[in-house]
């Protein structure tokens, strides 16, 4: 399957729905935590962990390769758990350092203790604070409630602001393992930090994050944002080789480069929420009953396309752009077109992307850091492409003056960032810097994340977007050489390039039953465990005849073996069962954040 989705346009629900699984909150139990309401995934009533009520949720159909693109859309924001007028503060009052403020709730739920509070709007600055925790409350719908701020000054007649920020978080995931210990994912919502014990003012948040052997580290992104962002926003996890980013609206927010996790896994959302000090599941107590929290709709994930999901190439290098590329030990200029690729944002927060040279002219790389097979593919991930301006795909190149090599050439007839809409593709070959096309320009349409691929196997050219073949050809004019790109300005940028050679090595994979034995024998033999879904993979296969058989104790497999012919791409082979198997099962995950 290269691509999946969900819109989650059906009746309320504590079930997804049979295409999904749950991982349970670190709670335990049966209840899940996530759930359809108004047409989106929200939190759900189950057993909370650190203080959330935090669930994932995954796909059962695997996507074909570990380079997946999660994408889902803002569906509600869950309103300040309370907000409250403020016409009055005294100062050291009950106690030095300490302030007294007269309120009036405004709407949302009574504030409790301890509860994170935002004070702005007062007359004097040093009564409004940042951040702060109720140490008392007298009074429901009004009243006086104290924190600690030794800045702030006696005053009346005020017309402050007291805001308490809600805990309430989606979260989108990729990569993860059936046992729910090995995932990437990101996440963005309300998020006051109360539950972190910090001081950070938070509202809103944007952080990306991994799970390995169950421990959940930060690797990239904001937690500290005062701002939120607007309903029907796009979100994006894009698991691109070891480039791991965080899109909104599109627009790069943050990439790190992080190879902790290689393999497919499973992909998901989730979410997770907590009801202010009383660490309740979501809202509890609230006495507005239409809160849900902050949810998401529009959920789809596919393949990135940078592996070609038939089998039979193996990534040999890969440039992220988040710092320059190495134009010493990685890549070498082609001598006709003598300018550096950049990188955009190296370095920097956001991370990077890859540009041509604001110079003008043409900007090329050539990877000459490693020999490669004369068998081989380079693929690119464009970012965005602004007006007429092209993005050159190319292998078997060398890096002379005399330039030889074939090229993949897309255009953009009138781009404007990441929004590129019509353009078109071709394949040419220059040979000693003479130019034959192999197939005119075709009309397409692009969008930013699409992958562009050109693979040369012997006399075969093939030619993707993302995992579509655009188109087969056979030429035998250039034998060897490296893979490469070309950029004709600064007006393109690309998010990911890498360089595949062909191995001949093939999967057979599908669905058995949960945790059966998978043996294989023939031109090879072994055995796999199929995970807690049932879904087993058998990778690194050559060319050949192999007997597939599945086996676990009290269940009856149809048909109880198969005889497969790997020769030129990957197989999928499933066996239904008479008894046993479960492909629903929960899973516990601590998260602490």
Not at 282 to 299: D, E
């Amino acid at each position: 399957m290269t691509s999946v989705s969900d819109s989650f346009a059906r009746a309320n629900n504590l079930s997804l729905g049979p295409n999904w699984a749950y991982l349970a909150g670190g709670g335990g139990g049966t209840a899940a935590n996530v759930q359809i309401l108004s047409n989106a995934v929200a939190a759900g009533p189950g057993p909370s962990s650190s203080g959330f009520a935090t669930s994932f949720a995954g796909y059962l159909t695997q996507l074909q390769t570990p380079e997946q693109i999660i994408t889902a859309q803002l569906a509600s924001i869950a309103p300040s758990t309370s907000v409250v007028s403020i016409t009055a503060c005294t100062a050291n009052s009950p106690s030095a350092g300490q302030a007294t403020y007269t309120y009036t709730l405004t709407s949302g739920a009574a504030l409790l203790v301890p509860q994170e509070v935002i004070i702005t709007g007062m007359q004097n600055g040093g009564s409004n604070i940042p951040y702060a925790l109720t140490i008392s409350v007298t009074g429901t719908s009004s009243g006086t409630f104290v924190i600690a701020n030794g800045a702030a000054v006696t005053e009346s007649g005020s017309t402050g602001t007291g805001t308490t920020a809600t805990d309430s978080i989606p979260l989108l995931l990729g990569r993860y393992t059936a046992d729910g210990q090995q995932n990437y994912f990101i996440f963005f919502g309300n998020n006051s930090g109360y539950f972190s014990g910090g001081n950070d003012n938070r509202v809103w948040c944007r952080e990306i994050w991994k799970t390995v052997a169950g421990v959940g580290t930060f690797i990239g992104g904001q937690g500290l944002l005062t701002a939120t962002d607007s309903v029907n926003d796009i979100y994006t996890l894009a698991l691109i080789g070891k480039k791991i980013c965080f899109l909104r609206n599109s627009a790069l927010y943050s990439s790190v480069d992080d190879l902790s996790l290689n393999a497919i896994g499973y992909v998901g959302c989730g979410n997770q929420s907590a009801n202010v000090s009383g660490h309740n599941t979501p809202f509890t107590g609230q006495s507005l009953a239409t809160v849900t929290g902050t949810s998401i709709k529009n959920w789809s994930a596919r393949d990135a396309g940078t592996i070609n999901p038939n089998g039979g190439w193996s990534k040999q290098v890969q440039e992220t752009f988040n710092a320059a590329p190495n134009y010493v030990s990685n890549w070498t200029q082609q001598a006709g077109f003598p300018n550096n690729i950049a990188s955009s944002g190296a370095g920097a927060f956001l991370g990077g992307v890859g540009v041509g040279s604001a110079a003008g002219g043409t900007s090329s790389g050539v990877w000459t850091g490693r020999s490669w097979n004369n068998n081989q593919s380079s693929s690119a991930v464009i970012y965005s492409m602004t007006g007429n301006t092209s993005l050159d795909i190319c292998a078997r190149m060398n890096t002379a003056a005399s330039y030889t090599f074939y090229m993949l050439q897309v255009i953009s007839t009138a781009g404007s960032g990441t929004t590129i809409g019509g353009g078109t593709w071709s394949l040419s070959k220059f040979v000693a810097t003479v130019s034959t096309p192999i197939q005119s320009a075709t009309a397409i349409t692009i969008n930013s994340l699409d992958c562009f691929r050109l693979e040369c196997n012997g006399t075969t050219l093939n030619v993707y977007q993302n995992t579509t073949l655009l188109g087969t050809f056979t030429d035998s004019s250039i034998a060897s050489g490296s893979p490469g790109i070309l950029m004709n300005s600064n007006n393109c940028q690309f998010l990911y390039w890498s360089g595949d050679e062909f191995t001949a090595l093939y999967s057979i994979g599908g669905n058995a039953a949960p945790a059966a034995t998978i043996t294989y024998s023939g031109t090879a033999s072994g055995s796999v465990t199929a995970d807690a879904y049932g879904n087993y993979q058998i990778p690194g296969l050559g060319v050949g005849s192999y007997t597939v058989t599945p086996s676990k104790t009290g269940v009856n497999f149809s048909p109880p073996s198969a005889s497969l012919v790997v020769s030129t791409v990957n197989l999928t082979q499933n066996f239904s069962t008479g008894g046993g198997g479960d492909l629903g099962p929960g899973y516990d995950f601590r998260l602490r954040m």
